[in-house]
């Protein structure tokens, strides 16, 4: 067995079945590819790589053939590999380019076929493959009307744009688990396609004083789950994140908020399809917040008061809202009358309740509540993730 094949599926099967032919263009950034091919096969991917001259100085083809368990192609020959990997759309479902330089890239948008790569492209584009590049360059390369002109001719022909970050005087290339999530995207279901979902999550933080504060526990990792598999399944995504413990993802358009009020100040911006709320928010704040730290030395009284209801503020804004319901220690009959009354209450398309007893960091038992039905979810957060956007896709 191939050292490739250890680490199959190792963390999702989202690519299972998949083939990828991936170029590899002459960007310093050609040394990520590596780490690129291995987790496009964690995802279940099988990875052709391609591979023109100048990426053989940089990134070596014994470590790209170790990466994937197929020697790179860095020539066409007498196999006319471009038509045997990439001549039917059953020969490989996507043709990403990781990195771009804007010389590949300028190539492409004029029909030049001078490498391995650009005759992929070549054929890529002209059999409509699907089609996504990843640039990387200079910014003032990346400012260069022509490379500029052709990115948008590249756009025009239906080739997705991934990244770049401009950062530093560079447009730096997309990330590896930016790549990951746009080839996820390019090749899943599609059902989200032009519907504006937006995520509410982690927990808000009622300040004391200047140093401590009020919270509930949340990690956020159901709601970056749920972007993360909206954003995948063609949804434009936004998330909006109070505190949390989990990595944010870097191709989703994101927006902070600390206390409830600070987000009741951002209601405005609500101009989506749907809005999920798995957020953990304060029901009550401090009466009196302190300027600097109380003393540590002695007691104190605090007087809490409550904070307005974020769900019914939000149901004002739109007519699609899903809620969460946490509660502990309640039978199921309960906490579904519970989720029945909130979803009645404030009018909602459906409420999420959940036992905060037996939920885990990466998994749990949830139940999707409606005015018809009640749906039993359970397994992973990105597995209860579809499930709660199948009702999405189908009922709203």
């Known amino acids: 067995m191939h050292p490739s094949e250890e680490i199959y599926c190792e963390k999702s099967n989202k690519l299972s079945g998949k083939t990828i032919v991936l170029g590899i263009t002459g960007s ?8 690129l091919i291995r987790e496009l096969i964690r995802h279940g991917a099988r990875v052709i790589p391609v591979m023109t001259p100048a990426a053989t100085k940089l990134a070596a083809p014994d470590s790209i053939e170790f990466a994937s368990g197929m020697k790179p192609i860095v020539d ?4 006319t590999e471009h038509i045997k990997h990439l ?6 479902d996507l043709f990403l380019v990781y990195p771009a330089t804007a010389n590949t890239i300028s190539k492409i948008a004029c029909g030049i076929d001078d490498t391995a790569v650009t005759t992929m492209a070549t054929v890529a584009l002209g059999g409509k493959i699907p089609f996504a590049i990843a640039p990387a360059m200079h910014g003032m390369m990346m400012e260069n009307p022509a490379v500029a002109r052709n990115l948008e001719t590249l756009a025009s022909y239906g080739v ?3 990244g770049p970050h401009l950062s530093g005087g560079r447009a730096k290339v997309a990330t590896v688990s930016e790549v990951v999530a746009w080839a996820t995207r390019l090749l899943s279901r599609d059902d989200l396609i032009g519907r504006r979902i937006l995520i509410i999550g982690g927990r808000s ?26 954003f995948e399944r063609g949804a434009d995504v936004e998330l909006w994140m109070g505190g949390c413990n989990v990595a944010l993802p870097d191709h989703i358009p994101v927006r902070r908020y600390a206390s409830v009020e600070d987000l009741i100040g951002m209601l405005d911006l609500v101009n989506h399809d749907v809005v999920i709320v798995p957020a953990a928010l304060a029901d009550f704040t401090p009466d009196l917040k302190v300027e600097g730290k109380i003393p540590s030395d002695k007691g104190f009284d605090m007087k809490l008061n409550p904070v307005p209801k974020v769900l019914p503020l939000l149901r004002e804004r739109c007519p699609k809202v899903i809620g969460y319901k946490a509660e502990s220690k309640l039978s199921r009959d309960d906490l579904i009358k519970k989720a029945r009354g909130r979803l009645e209450q404030y009018d909602l398309s459906a409420v999420i309740a959940n036992d905060i007893d037996s939920a885990g960091k990466t998994s749990a038992s ?11 979810i359970s397994g992973s957060k990105p597995a209860i ?3 709660i956007l199948n009702f999405v896709s189908e009922k709203l």
Do not use: W, Y
Request: negative net charge; hydrophobic residues 45%.
């Open 160 to 162: 997705s744009i991934i």
């Open 205 to 230: 933080e009622e300040p004391l004083d200047s140093m401590r504060l009020i919270t509930n526990r949340s990690t956020g990792m159901m709601a970056v789950a749920l972007a993360q598999r909206a």
């Open 87 to 92: 001549g039917n759309h059953s020969d490989a």
């Open 366 to 376: 949830m139940h999707l509540v409606t005015r018809e039905k009640v749906t039993d």
């Open 28 to 35: 310093i950034a050609a040394v990520d590819s590596f780490h």
């Open 385 to 387: 993730s579809d499930v």
């Open 76 to 79: 066409i020959g007498g196999q």
